[in-house]
């Protein structure tokens, strides 16, 4: 057997350390889950560095986030998910129904991270043969561009045929048209209705479909400039080893796929032995083999889910962990909880991360030439009034601050076409003046903020 090649994901290089830092640029606070799921991702990494005998016992640590509405957990696992460059997938618990019943099966969530992974190696295949193609594609752009040449003249064409290299490397020949065969492949347009849907029939009826109608192709004129684009997608296409791409996609799949299942705790039944519940708890018997470790069919082969990171999330307000399944708690050890937010942490959220809210209002208001500012006071009466509408109607973390701050820029936002050049700084006084009576009218703010 030939030695499997190691090809970590990026992420997976860096230490625990360095995965939370990286968290620390988009998350405020919830150190404890983040330093769960940055030990959850080394921890892939140190399994491959393990003898092969034992690299397959070690199963990995499943994590269970738990914390209430708004509070990062959706955001932990997607920030994660750029990370680690892996194959990542992440999906509701509530998609699913038991198998029998109309709806998505629990396999597809396998079928899909298959999917995701294919078209990852595929996009890194693509790059690497890329100047390989390049080189390929400017050959045949030269033979469209030469002209056929005449009988017993043969003898000069190399010459003429780099002093056309030399115009085309240098762009002067973008606009000049070409001539080429152009396949597609066509197939009628046929509608299917089925209980299972279009994932199901996505499984062959594709390439099914291929095999029954034909490539066509045909003569089209084009531009150099885009004759260049097909000819590259062609000759990538030629160059690529699909069955290489595809192993190399199941190994990453097998060993480095993450699922992130979102809303577990709503597939918890409650009271057992009638009505939906029973479905549900259906739901989590299917779920335990695929966590547990177990082959799924997908149109790519056989998948393995043993080594797969399952993070699930919940807020289990009206559950607990503990009303999953038995065999399913056990194959979550890890706990994490993470804490409601505050008026400090909504200061920070406001202004901290790389993709901080003010910082996008700032960057949209820019495209209008308006340059606003907030005063340090302006983003801390913010925070206090995001906090007071989450205590006084319904606590819903840091989304709270995106209807706050719509409603607040609403008139900004409104005239900022007419507003061009100005400079615009929102001050404590501003906030209050604009969002205090709505503030004080909990009815009012219950449907506006
Ligand atoms: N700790 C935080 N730091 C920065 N931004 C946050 C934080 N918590 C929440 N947000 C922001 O609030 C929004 C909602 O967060 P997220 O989707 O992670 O919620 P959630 O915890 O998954 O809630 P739910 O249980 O409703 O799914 C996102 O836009 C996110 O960027
Ligand atoms: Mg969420």
Same mark, same amino acid.
Request: charge should be negative.
């Given at each position: 057997?030939?030695?499997?090649?190691?090809?970590?994901?990026?992420?997976?290089?860096?230490?625990?350390?360095?995965?939370?830092?990286?968290?620390?640029?988009?998350?405020?606070?919830?150190?404890?889950?983040?330093?769960?799921?940055?030990?959850? /991702?080394?921890?892939?990494?140190?399994?491959?560095?393990?003898?092969?005998?034992?690299?397959?016992?070690?199963?990995?640590?499943?994590?269970?986030?738990?914390?209430?509405?708004?509070?990062?957990?959706?955001?932990?696992?997607?920030?994660?998910?750029?990370?680690?460059?892996?194959?990542? /997938?992440?999906?509701?618990?509530?998609?699913?129904?038991?198998?029998?019943?109309?709806?998505?099966?629990?396999?597809?969530?396998?079928?899909?991270?298959?999917?995701?992974?294919?078209?990852?190696?595929?996009?890194?295949?693509?790059?690497?043969?890329?100047?390989?193609?390049?080189?390929?594609?400017?050959?045949?752009?030269?033979?469209?561009?030469?002209?056929?040449?005449?009988?017993?003249?043969?003898?000069?064409?190399?010459?003429?045929?780099?002093?056309?290299?030399?115009?085309?490397?240098?762009?002067?020949?973008?606009?000049?048209?070409?001539?080429?065969?152009?396949?597609?492949?066509?197939?009628?347009?046929?509608?299917?209705?089925?209980?299972?849907?279009?994932?199901?029939?996505?499984?062959?009826?594709?390439?099914?479909?291929?095999?029954?109608?034909?490539?066509?192709?045909?003569?089209?004129?084009?531009?150099?400039?885009?004759?260049?684009?097909?000819?590259?997608?062609?000759?990538?296409?030629?160059?690529?080893?699909?069955?290489?791409?595809?192993?190399?996609?199941?190994?990453?799949?097998?060993?480095?796929?993450?699922?992130?299942?979102?809303?577990?705790?709503?597939?918890?039944?409650?009271?057992?032995?009638?009505?939906?519940?029973?479905?549900?708890?259906?739901?989590?018997?299917?779920?335990?083999?695929?966590?547990?470790?177990?082959?799924?069919?997908?149109?790519?082969?056989?998948?393995?889910?043993?080594?797969?990171?399952?993070?699930?999330?919940?807020?289990?307000?009206?559950?607990?962990?503990?009303?999953?399944?038995?065999?399913?708690?056990?194959?979550?050890?890890?706990?994490?909880?993470?804490?409601? /937010?505050?008026?400090?942490?909504?200061?920070?959220?406001?202004?901290?991360?790389?993709?901080?809210?003010?910082?996008?209002?700032?960057?949209?208001?820019?495209?209008?030439?308006?340059?606003?500012?907030?005063?340090?006071?302006?983003?801390?009466?913010?925070?206090?009034?995001?906090?007071?509408?989450?205590?006084?109607?319904?606590?819903?973390?840091?989304?709270?601050?995106?209807?706050?701050?719509?409603?607040?820029?609403?008139?900004?936002?409104?005239?900022?076409?007419?507003?061009?050049?100005?400079?615009?700084?929102?001050?404590?006084?501003?906030?209050?003046?604009?969002?205090?009576?709505?503030?004080?009218?909990?009815?009012?703010?219950?449907?506006?903020?």
């Amino acid at each position: 057997m030939s030695k499997v090649k190691l090809l970590p994901g990026a992420g997976d290089q860096l230490t625990p350390r360095e995965i939370v830092a990286e968290l620390d640029k988009y998350i405020i606070g919830q150190g404890e889950a983040k330093k769960s799921v940055a030990i959850a /991702l080394r921890n892939r990494w140190r399994r491959q560095q393990v003898p092969e005998d034992l690299r397959d016992e070690i199963a990995p640590k499943n994590i269970i986030m738990i914390g209430p509405t708004g509070v990062g957990k959706t955001e932990i696992a997607r920030r994660l998910a750029k990370l680690a460059q892996s194959p990542f /997938l992440k999906i509701e618990a509530t998609k699913f129904t038991e198998v029998g019943y109309v709806g998505r099966d629990v396999e597809s969530m396998v079928r899909d991270l298959m999917e995701l992974a294919v078209a990852l190696v595929k996009a890194e295949e693509r790059e690497s043969v890329r100047a390989k193609a390049e080189e390929a594609v400017e050959e045949r752009l030269l033979d469209l561009l030469l002209p056929p040449a005449p009988a017993g003249a043969a003898t000069d064409t190399g010459a003429t045929r780099e002093k056309l290299r030399e115009k085309l490397r240098a762009g002067k020949l973008e606009d000049k048209f070409v001539e080429l065969e152009v396949t597609q492949r066509v197939a009628p347009v046929v509608e299917i209705f089925s209980q299972s849907g279009l994932e199901e029939m996505e499984f062959n009826f594709k390439e099914m479909m291929g095999n029954i109608f034909p490539a066509r192709s045909k003569q089209r004129r084009l531009k150099v400039a885009e004759a260049r684009e097909m000819l590259l997608q062609e000759e990538a296409g030629r160059l690529i080893d699909m069955d290489r791409v595809v192993e190399e996609a199941r190994r990453k799949v097998e060993h480095h796929g993450i699922i992130f299942l979102d809303e577990i705790d709503k597939i918890v039944g409650r009271d057992h032995g009638k009505g939906p519940d029973v479905s549900r708890e259906g739901v989590q018997r299917d779920l335990l083999p695929i966590v547990e470790g177990t082959t799924v069919t997908t149109k790519y082969g056989m998948v393995r889910t043993d080594h797969i990171l399952f993070i699930a999330s919940g807020a289990f307000h009206l559950s607990k962990p503990s009303d999953l399944i038995p065999e399913m708690q056990g194959r979550f050890p890890i706990r994490v909880e993470l804490s409601s /937010l505050g008026a400090g942490d909504f200061e920070r959220i406001l202004t901290e991360p790389e993709n901080a809210l003010i910082k996008q209002y700032l960057a949209l208001m820019e495209t209008e030439g308006v340059r606003l500012t907030f005063t340090p006071e302006a983003v801390r009466e913010i925070a206090a009034l995001a906090t007071r509408v989450n205590e006084r109607t319904e606590n819903i973390g840091a989304r709270r601050l995106h209807t706050v701050m719509e409603k607040l820029l609403e008139e900004i936002s409104f005239t900022a076409p007419d507003l061009e050049d100005q400079e615009i700084t929102i001050t404590a006084e501003y906030v209050r003046e604009r969002l205090a009576n709505l503030i004080e009218d909990e009815d009012l703010s219950r449907y506006i903020l």
